[in-house]
């Protein structure tokens, strides 16, 4: 995982619930600093999450689903990844997905078989289903909520399938109102 997105994510937990519990999570995980470029191990983000956990007694959903909420529009998104905002439609950032992931997971792992792909569509609904390393299901589903917010596009987002244990697929419904 590239830095970039931890970043982000410490930003996020700063913002919400203060500089120092941000800290206290980051040192107490081991991390002194964060480096954008270096690339880290999914477990830093899984063990940062849990002292963000512990700290502030949010639970995980919760923490996630906020975070992919207010994820496009951290100012380090914006700065670096807004060419992906330019799309037409919500439809097309959900086909840019696999790009930005890309992006955020550069150099990492060469068994990381992360992928996003449309697996039903028509007038009423799409399905996307995924794969990650990490369990990021609510993540996807707040940052999709966000983007359907973006493009102006009334939609009821919930999850259809969601494989928590083995991080294997998970599927969103994205069902437009």
Do not use: W
């Amino acid at each position: 995982m590239k830095g970039t997105f931890l970043e982000i994510f410490i930003d996020y937990v700063q913002q919400t619930y203060g500089e120092e519990t941000a800290l206290l999570a980051r040192l107490n995980c081991g991390l002194k600093r964060v480096i954008s470029t270096q690339n880290y191990p999914r477990e830093i983000f899984s063990r940062y999450l849990q002292e963000v956990k512990r700290l502030t007694g949010s639970n995980e959903a919760h923490i996630l689903y906020n975070f992919g909420r207010s994820f496009l529009f951290t100012p380090t998104f914006q700065k670096v990844y807004h060419a992906y905002l330019y799309q037409s439609n919500l439809k097309d950032f959900i086909l840019a997905l696999n790009g930005i992931h890309r992006r955020f997971s550069q150099g990492a792992s060469e068994d990381d078989k992360s992928y996003f792909t449309i697996v039903c569509e028509d007038e009423d609904k799409i399905v996307l289903r995924f794969s990650l390393s990490m369990h990021l299901c609510l993540f996807i589903k707040g940052l999709l909520e966000s983007a359907a917010d973006i493009f102006d596009e009334k939609v009821h987002i919930y999850k259809h399938k969601c494989n928590k244990r083995d991080n294997e697929t998970c599927e969103i419904v994205i069902a437009y109102k």
